[in-house]
Each structure stands twice: as structure tokens, then as C-alpha cells.
């Protein structure tokens, strides 16, 4: 470990801006959550009927998690409950780009070569995402005491982010060990963090309805971290489970890393064909043989959702007919169909928000394609800057629409009753949205590629628009921001053409000019 | 003799980095053209405007006819290049993409390619990521070797290869100039390889062309080291104009002589008495060594 300290300071130095800004940004989400749950539901009746509809409701539980109570504290951490999730993905990054990303570039030899112990470097990418983990607690925990919400509670919301940290701190480190690519340790660290969502997902909802899979939200360490209920019961001891399991993927990763040797990963490289098949000829076989396991995988993890969301949805069903209070607020509503609409309706814009990140993406291989000299090696035999990019496009601008399909096909195999034209229609109709998304990636790729990553920005405010806007009550031009904003309700609202043809143009113009500027700079730049 | 490259007064900025200031390069067709310059003297920024890959701020560049920059497509088909940090997709292996890089150029003849394997003794079945640097590089070369094209543009194509297959690279190099149809542009930095494979060569710095020529054009800007054993004090010789570092131990004298004044510094010599002489040739590497001395002098 000799030379950790010095490690953590280039670390630090390295993501003087990046690192502050996530650890304290998702600190202060929850803050604004108080001042809009005292505004909307001042008194405490309000509150407790708010509580009770929310804790039953399925989509809300399937973002949220479980409710157990209804004072303002208990609300509040129940609403922020997807951060875990973003805390988690934060800290695996963050690992995996100081460890693996670090090796594969070749930087970890030149400071391996250094006086450095053999595990200074991952001791120093754990220490620092975790010292990050605890300054978010810190900051959570003193902002909610600041807004006057009790310590002890606090303190529980507090470590319920740290640990989060923690836990996929662990994730990423192990990960880092597997493979000897850095895109790859994401995916595989990427699929816990889906799977330990997931997971939640199925045991909160099963709680529920009839209570037969609750087990599974034990599974998942965001499920454990949940379970601290901060506010409410303050239970501690899933703490310890996932502080554990911290110590014990930390101690896993260095374990396998004093087995391997530099540069090279756990699962061992088989020999390949000696030449390349009658496929792989033409532009669009290469981009085919860069894209297609992504397109697998996230094929896999849409369908995955579908038959969630669509188990959710005939939950939703089932537990309007059987309870009096909330079979009266359906009605006011506009009746159960209006609440399963609305509830499929809600769910489309969230999907849709998830195809956004695949098309951002895969959109932003060309660049890593750029970065490695894989593009430079392609654009100095036969074929164009414009072929390239289209092979490339064709699976940013494609990808999503089959995925978006499969989750809807999906989704009606687990909710028979619904009408598959509405439930297909309803996703579908979120592709020029998402299109919109990619299109500002190839327009960052192509004229400004050394700043590529502010392709991630659109899909981050969208998700903070999903995040906050309905419950602050914002003004609307703030909820426009997101382009799915403006796609039709579906199913339940209108079909107006009108928004999907702009955005498809929105997104059209800034895929061309994302072209063009690729077409007149320099490669790589 | 028809020319395969021509830059004239090339100018390429970075920002405020100026890498190529009025570089000149001339390649005739059919030739091995060396091309020299220490680290950053913008070698790799000359060949990417020549590739169409980088524009140029100023000066007039022709490829093949063409213009690199508006006719990339077109071109490529009748060129390979390598670079001098050849990267493999990770997941593909050095057959697949030896063949892939053919392909998308045009076609590759499988038998060469064969051949090639052999010769350079790589394993096609690996997967990108398990290659080492040396091994990446011969995959580079043999994608490109085995294309059937007019110009082959090599940015310091060995970097990473033992000693052995360095020998292999020039054997295959002195084979293609045999056949006397291909150009060959070769950026390096190792002069042994150069001065076994070119018929001309340009020396750059700082962006700029600083000598062109053949070999023996340039040896005359080179100087011939003499050590001799004298019979008596070699009066005059020191202060002889073309003499020069001259060191005196005993009889024993050591000294650098331009090449034009070789023949005055010899008649000394003799008219004092030789008892034994050695004559050190000029090397490329002093050529080098001296013209980057002069330059930043
Ligand atoms: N993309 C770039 N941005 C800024 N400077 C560059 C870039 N590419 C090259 N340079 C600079 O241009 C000069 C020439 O570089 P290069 O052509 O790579 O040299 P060589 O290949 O001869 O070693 C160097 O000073 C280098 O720092
Ligand atoms: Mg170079």
C-alpha cells in the first residue's frame, strides 16, 4: 500500500470537480423534498392519506421503495429513495475509472513503476469514492437538521447515502479485477447495480400484494440500505449487512488482484478464428460486431423490466378492487382504467428515459472508437467519415426502438388485459425524444469531441425533471427542459403528431450538424 | 519521374502549437523514402494530413494525384498505412482484423497474408486485447503488406519488435522495393533502418524540413574520423581549416575532417609519416546527431 497517500491526492486532484459535485448535489436533492411535502400536505391528516395511498401504490413503490409511515421525516427518505441507486452508479464509476480505466490506459504501469505498493491504487480509488460517500452523508445529515427534521433520523438518512457508497464502491472494485477492459468491468458492475434494483423492485412490490417474494428486496444491498427506514423505525442492523458486504467485495477485490498480473483480467482469453467470417467485410459488419453485445444485453434488461412493470400493473388492479378508500380516489380519478393508463402512461416515460442513456451511449462509442485508434485505423481504408458515423447511427438511432419494443411486448405477456396496440404505442412513441437525446451526443461528438461526456447532461436533467418536478410543483418551462415532456401521454391521452414530428426534426438537425462537424475535423482530435 | 507525395510550405497549428511550419516533403513514385526527425518533430501530424485525417492551416499537399483531404475515399483504396501504435479492437482477433483492414481497403491476397503469418511468426487466433505491443504491430504490418497497393505510408512501424523481426520487416521492405512499384514512405527515428532501406530521405525538426536527398548526397555534409599513429609532431594540422576536436597523446593523433577537406588533411598525414591509420566512414547517426547540434546552436 506504500504510496497510497500520494495516490488519493492525484485522485483528488484528477476529480477536483467531478467528485465534489456528486457527492454534494445528491446530499442536497432531499432538501428540496421537505419544503414541497410541507407545502403540498401541511397538516398531518394529509400527510397520513398521501402515505397511504403512496405505500400501496405500485409505481411508486417500484421507484421509491417500501413506505412505512407518514411523518414528514419518513416521506421524505421514501421519496428520495431512488439516490441509492445514483450513489451507487457514482461510486462504481468512479472506481472502475481509477483502477481498470487507469490500467488499460497504461497509466497504472508508469506508477506502478514508481515506488507504489501492489495495492496503492485500489486502496486509493476505495478510500477516496468512500471518503466521497461520507461527505454526502454529512451534508445530507446536516441539511435535513438544518431544515429542523429530527438528528437521530438525520443521521440514519445520512448513512443510508454513505453506505450505498460503500456498498458499490465494493461493487466496482471487484469488477475492476474481472475483466481486463474497463468498458467491460462497467457492464458487469453496471448489472449488479440493475440487479440489486431490480430485485428491490420485485420484493417491495410482491410486499405489496401477497407478500410471496418480499425476500427478495434482501437480496440487494439498495434494498438493505432502504431498510434502515430512516425517521421511522431507525433500524441500524442493515448497516452492518452492507458494511460487511463492503469489507468483504474490498477484501475479494485485493485478493484477485495479488493473483493476476498487471494489465490483464480474471476470465481467461480463449483463442478466436484465425480469419474473420464472410460477415465481417463491410463497414456495418464491424459496427454489428461492436454493438451487438450491448444490444443484447440491454435487449435482455428491457424485457427484464417489461415483466416487472407489467406484473405492477395488474397488481394495480387487484388492489383497487380490494381496498374501499382507494377504489373511491380511483374513481374521483376517472376510474381504474384512467389509473392503470396513467400508471402505464408514467412508467413509458421512464423507459423511455433508460432507452436515452443506451442511445447516449452507443452514440458515444465513436468516441472511445476515436480515443483508441480503432476510427483512424477504419478511416484510412476505403471508407468515409459518413459511412463510418451511419454504421455507427444505425445502431445509436435503431438500438433503442428495439428495445423500447421488447419492453412493451414484455410488459403485455405479465398484463394480459391490456390492449398491446396501446401498451406498445404508449413506449414507442418515446423514441424522437429519445432520439433528441442521441442527437445532442452526435452533436457534442462532432464538434466539440474533447467535451463528448455534456453528452450525459441532457439525460441527467431529464432524470432530475422526473426526479423533482411533480413533487416541488415546478413551473413548467423548467419540466419542458425534457423532451419527454412533450411526447403524448399514452396510454390514456392524445396522439397529436404534432410533437413528435418537431422532435423528430429537433433531432434530425442536430444529428446532421453532429455529422458535418465530424465530416470537417480532425480524427482523432 | 512522376511523384507520389508532394507537400510544399505545409503549415498545421494546434491551438497555439505550431507542429508543422512550412515542412517540404517530395516522394517519387516507386521509391523507399525515409523520413527522420526526433520525437515531435511532426512526423506522425505530416502523415495524418497526408491521410486525410488531419486539414492543413497552409501550404498545397498532393497524394497520388489527388487531394488528401476531399478524395480520402478514393485514395485509400490504392494505400495502407500503419501507425506507429497499432491498436486492436479488444474482441476481435489479429486474423480477423488483418482481414477486416483488407477487406474495407479492397482486398487482401489470403496467400501473402499466409505467407506473412508465417514469416513474422504471429498467431492469428488471439483476441486484440491479449497481443502485446510488438505483436499488435506486426498485425498492423501484415494487413498492410498484404494488400496489393501503390503506396505503403509507415509511421515508425517497428517500435515494440525484437531485433528478429526487425530484420524480417526490412527483408519484406528490400523485397517490395525489388518489385520496383511500390512507394514506400517510412517515418522513423532507428537510422540503421533507414540507411538499409531508403534510396532518399528528409530530415525534419521543429516542423520544418531541415535537409533532403540521398544518402550519398548527404555524406558530403558529413565528416570522415581519423586516428592515426605518426612518425613525427603533425605540425599545422591542427589549425588546418576542415580539422576539427583534433586531440594529440604522444604519436597518437584523433580527428574529424569534412568530407571536402579530406584530401589536404591526408597529405599532411602522409608527409609527416604513418604508421598506422583508421578511417571511420560517416555515419548516418552522426549526420543526425550534428544537423540537430547545428540547429540548435
Ligand atoms: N492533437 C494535437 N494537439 C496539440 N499538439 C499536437 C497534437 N498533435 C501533435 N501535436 C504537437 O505537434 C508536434 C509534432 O508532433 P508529432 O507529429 O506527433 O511528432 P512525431 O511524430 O515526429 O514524433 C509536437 O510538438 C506535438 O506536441
Ligand atoms: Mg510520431
Request: hydrophobic share 45%; aromatic share 6%.
Amino acid at each position: 500500500m506504500t504510496g497510497a497517500g500520494r495516490l488519493v491526492r492525484l485522485i483528488l486532484r484528477r476529480d477536483r470537480i467531478i467528485m465534489p459535485v456528486w457527492a454534494v448535489l445528491l446530499g442536497l436533492v432531499p432538501a428540496g423534498y421537505v419544503a414541497s411535502f410541507e407545502g403540498l400536505f401541511p397538516t398531518d391528516a394529509e400527510r397520513i392519506d398521501y402515505a397511504r395511498l403512496s405505500a400501496t401504490n405500485t409505481g411508486f413503490v417500484t421507484l421509491y421503495g417500501p413506505l412505512h409511515g407518514s411523518s414528514l421525516g419518513e416521506l421524505v427518505a421514501w421519496r428520495a429513495g431512488f439516490l441509492p441507486v445514483l450513489a451507487g452508479l457514482c461510486a462504481l464509476l468512479t472506481v472502475i475509472r481509477h483502477t481498470r480505466a487507469d490500467e488499460e490506459a497504461g497509466r497504472t504501469e508508469l506508477i506502478g513503476a514508481a515506488a507504489v505498493g501492489r495495492h496503492a491504487q485500489l486502496a486509493a480509488a476505495v478510500l477516496t469514492t468512500c471518503a466521497a460517500g461520507l461527505l454526502m452523508g454529512v451534508v445530507l445529515t446536516a441539511a435535513m437538521v438544518g431544515q429542523g427534521l429530527p438528528a437521530a433520523g438525520s443521521l440514519a438518512f445520512g448513512a443510508e447515502m454513505t453506505l450505498s457508497v460503500f456498498v458499490f464502491a465494493g461493487v466496482g472494485a471487484v469488477a475492476a479485477q474481472l475483466t481486463s477492459g474497463a468498458r467491460g468491468a462497467r457492464s458487469i458492475a453496471l448489472t449488479v447495480l440493475a440487479a440489486a434494483f431490480v430485485l428491490r423492485v420485485g420484493g417491495d412490490t410482491s410486499a405489496v400484494g401477497d407478500g410471496s417474494l418480499r425476500w427478495m428486496s434482501w437480496l440487494s444491498p439498495i434494498g438493505w440500505v432502504q431498510h434502515l427506514f430512516p425517521y421511522g423505525v431507525n433500524d441500524w442492523w442493515p448497516a452492518l449487512l452492507a458494511l460487511a458486504f463492503t469489507v468483504v467485495t474490498v477484501a475479494v477485490a485485493g485478493r484477485l488482484q495479488s493473483r493476476r498480473d498487471l494489465g490483464v483480467g480474471q476470465l481467461p482469453a480463449r483463442l478466436g478464428p484465425a480469419s474473420a467470417p464472410a460477415g465481417l467485410s463491410s463497414p456495418f459488419g464491424l459496427a454489428w460486431r461492436l454493438h451487438r453485445g450491448m444490444l443484447v444485453a440491454w435487449t435482455i434488461g428491457f424485457a427484464l423490466l417489461g415483466l416487472i412493470f407489467g406484473g405492477v400493473g395488474a397488481s394495480v388492479l387487484d388492489i383497487a378492487a380490494g381496498n374501499q378508500g382507494l377504489s373511491d380516489v380511483f374513481t374521483r380519478l376517472g376510474g381504474s382504467d384512467a389509473l392503470v393508463d396513467s400508471y402505464f402512461a408514467g412508467i413509458a416515460s421512464i423507459v423511455g428515459l433508460i432507452a436515452a442513456c443506451y442511445g447516449v451511449q452507443t452514440t458515444l462509442r465513436m468516441r472511445d472508437e476515436e480515443q483508441t485508434g480503432h476510427t483512424e485505423a477504419v478511416l484510412t481504408t476505403s471508407v468515409s467519415r459518413y459511412t463510418w458515423a451511419g454504421t455507427n447511427l444505425f445502431f445509436a438511432l435503431l438500438g433503442p426502438a428495439v428495445v423500447l419494443a421488447v419492453e412493451g411486448l414484455a410488459t403485455s405477456l405479465t398484463y394480459p388485459d391490456g390492449d398491446l396496440g396501446e401498451i406498445l404505442g404508449g413506449v414507442l412513441v418515446q423514441l424522437p425524444a429519445v432520439w433528441v437525446l442521441a442527437g445532442v451526443a452526435v452533436l457534442a461528438f462532432g464538434l466539440v469531441p474533447r467535451l463528448s461526456a455534456v453528452a450525459w447532461a441532457p439525460p441527467a436533467m431529464c432524470l432530475l425533471v422526473l426526479l423533482v418536478g411533480q413533487t416541488l410543483q415546478l413551473d413548467q418551462w423548467f419540466l419542458d427542459i425534457s423532451p419527454f415532456t412533450h411526447v403524448p401521454k399514452l396510454p390514456g391521452g392524445d396522439l397529436s403528431a404534432l410533437p413528435l414530428v418537431s422532435l423528430t426534426v429537433v433531432a434530425a438537425a442536430l444529428t446532421a450538424v453532429g455529422v458535418t462537424g465530424l465530416r470537417r475535423r480532425n480524427v482523432p482530435e | 519521374m512522376t511523384e507520389a507525395i508532394t507537400a510544399t510550405g505545409l503549415v498545421k497549428r494546434f491551438g497555439k502549437v505550431t507542429a508543422l511550419d512550412g515542412l517540404d516533403l517530395h516522394v517519387a513514385t516507386g521509391e523507399v523514402h525515409g523520413f527522420l526527425g526526433p520525437n515531435g518533430a511532426g512526423k506522425t501530424t505530416t502523415i495524418r494530413i497526408l491521410l486525410g485525417l488531419s486539414r492543413h492551416n497552409g501550404g498545397a499537399v498532393q497524394l497520388l494525384g489527388g487531394n488528401p483531404w476531399t478524395e480520402a475515399t478514393e485514395l485509400h483504396k490504392r494505400l495502407a498505412y500503419v501507425p506507429g501504435d497499432v491498436t486492436l479492437w479488444p474482441a476481435l482477433t489479429g486474423g480477423e482484423v488483418i482481414d477486416l483492414l483488407g477487406r474495407l481497403r479492397g482486398g487482401l491476397d489470403p496467400r501473402r497474408k499466409a505467407e506473412l503469418l508465417e514469416r513474422f511468426q504471429l498467431d492469428p487466433r488471439k483476441k486484440g486485447r491479449t497481443y502485446s505491443k510488438g505483436n499488435r504491430q506486426k498485425v498492423g504490418l501484415i494487413a498492410a503488406l498484404s494488400s496489393d497497393v501503390e503506396l505503403l505510408i509507415l509511421d515508425e512501424p517497428t517500435s515494440g519488435l525484437d531485433p528478429l523481426m526487425e530484420e524480417v520487416f526490412r527483408e519484406v521492405i528490400l523485397e517490395e522495393k525489388r518489385r520496383g512499384d511500390r512507394t514506400v514512405l517510412l517515418s522513423s527515428h532507428i537510422l540503421s533502418e533507414v540507411e538499409a532501406l531508403c534510396d532518399r530521405l528528409t530530415i525534419i525538426r521543429d516542423g520544418r524540413t531541415i535537409e533532403t536527398g540521398t544518402l550519398t548526397d548527404m555524406r558530403h555534409l558529413t565528416r570522415t574520423t581519423i586516428q592515426a599513429e605518426l612518425a613525427g609532431p603533425p605540425d599545422g594540422l591542427a589549425t588546418l581549416a576542415g580539422v576539427h576536436d583534433f586531440q594529440l597523446d604522444h604519436d597518437r593523433v584523433r580527428f574529424d575532417v569534412d568530407t571536402d577537406a579530406l584530401e589536404p588533411a591526408l597529405q599532411k598525414l602522409v608527409k609527416v609519416g604513418v604508421r598506422s591509420l583508421v578511417s571511420q566512414p560517416p555515419s548516418l547517426e552522426e549526420l543526425f546527431l550534428r544537423q540537430y547540434q547545428k540547429d540548435e546552436r
